[in-house]
Every structure is written in C-alpha cells, then in structure tokens.
C-alpha cells in the first residue's frame, strides 16, 4: 500500500479546513435572530391580549353578578315592608291584640324610641323611613315575621323563635362603596353590619306615593291608591298621620304613611377602567322601582 508523501495531506483531509469554515455570516445572523424577535412578540401579544380579555371578562362578570345580587336583596326587603301576619286574632310582638284588620298596622307597629343607624325613628305604624344625603342615602323598613315563617330581613335571617319578632331592616352604601345592611329586633338596638355587595358608589331613594287626599269607599276599607309621585325622604318629613278611611283621624297627605313604592338608583363602580386622576370610573346607574306589598 502507497503511503503519502511525507509532508502533504491526503486530498481527504485537504478539503477537511474547507468544511470547517462553512457557517452563517453575520447578517444571516441578524436576519435568524429578528424573525425570532418578531414571533416571540407576537406570541408575548397575544398571551397578554387573552389575559386582558379574561380579567375584563371576569371583571365584567363580578360586576354584573353584584348588580343582580344588590338588587335582589334590596327586592326582597322592601317588597315585604309592612307585611304582618293574619289580622284576626293576632297578637303582636309587643303584646297587642287585635281582631278585625281595621287600623291593624297600627296596632302592630308601635312606636319607637330607639333610633336606626342613621338617626330616625318610626311612628305607631309607620312600617319605612330613610334619609336624603350628598352621598348614598339610607331606608330603613320593618316587617313582622311569625316564628318559622318564609319572611326574611335583610341579612336573609328567618325567625327561628318562639314567638313573632318585628325586624327592622337598615340600609344604605358606606364610605368603602359597599351597600351594607343593619338589623334591629322589636325596636331594640341596631345589630353588627353586614356587607352585602361591593363597587356600590352610590344609592338615591325617592318614594311613590299619592298626594292627593283619598276618596274613602267605606269607614274600614283603605281607599284605593295610585302612585303620582315620587318624592325624596326630606320632602316626606311631615307628621306621620294615618289614612282617614281607617277611622284613625285626619290625614296629612305628603308623609311616610302614603308611600307605596321605593325607586332605588344605584351607581356601581366600573372596574374595568382604571382611575384616571383621582376620579373613580362608574357605570351608567341602575334604576328599580319596588311595590311594598302592604299596599299592593
């Protein structure tokens, strides 16, 4: 077998130097590291595209589940203001008897003397009161609930005791946005607060009532009524006096005692939209109007 020559290279291993220095230039570089610049952008996009649009969409989601929940705390409360049990026969909490529904609100509301959480009190058989403010203003409603009955307040307690208890249902929006709910017992103190719902900016009441004097078919028979208007608490502040046809005296037209519904506004918090110098972003408020079922 032929060696090679001492000193030269087989061709083989010539062209092997040639192989070595095969590669990409610098600009093909460039270009391979742009293109892959690029899609890893594309790709970072998009992932942070779908996150903003699932925290929107969760965002929007939490909105709309407190609006609905807001609202229907707020439903059932005030739909209730008023109700007592069967008139006949039936002995209040406060220990008043009464056998004929002629004047029984009345009777199964007395009069308190301790004040809710925002300073009012009610008249014998006043059953709704509440506040006008700058801020969210406040309602407060009592109903009577017979032991174990369906009749709720506004925390979504049931009477589980012996005997019939007169609720009084505060509630109103606080300082951290929050609608908050406080529960008083046979017109004792008001209890602890509970939230009910957050992102809650604002709340405006104002009341349906009638303002012209009622025609009275009978001398115990409620007249028939028909809201004409709707007025806020501070023009609802005269003195509380019953409806003449209940043979319980003169009336004053323009008080507590005539309103039949609540128009709650309510202002929600968009937390969608961030801040933007100090002002909080809100949504367009919401309007409901609540029949009491005492008069309906």
Known sequence: MKMPTKGKLSPLFANQGKFRQTGFTLVELMIAITVTLVLVAGIVGMIAGLTRSFSTQDALTQIQENERFAISVLDSTIRN?????????????????????????????????TANPDGTTFAAGQVIVGTTTAGSDTINVRVISNPNSTVTNCQGDVNTSGSAVIWTSSLTVNASNQLICTVSVNGGAPGAQTILADNISSMKITYGLQTQTPTCLSARQAPP?????????????????????WLLGAVTPINWMYVMSAQIKLTFVNTVVPKSGGTTPTLTPILHTIYMMNVT
């Open 81 to 113: 203001t008023g109700y007592f049990p069967g008139a006949e026969n039936f002995t209040t909490p406060a220990g008043v008897t009464f056998t004929e529904p002629s004047g029984g609100q009345l009777k199964a509301f007395p009069a308190t003397t």
């Open 225 to 245: 009524l028909n809201v004409d208007a709707y007025i806020d608490a501070s023009g609802l502040n005269a003195p509380q006096a019953p409806q003449s046809c």
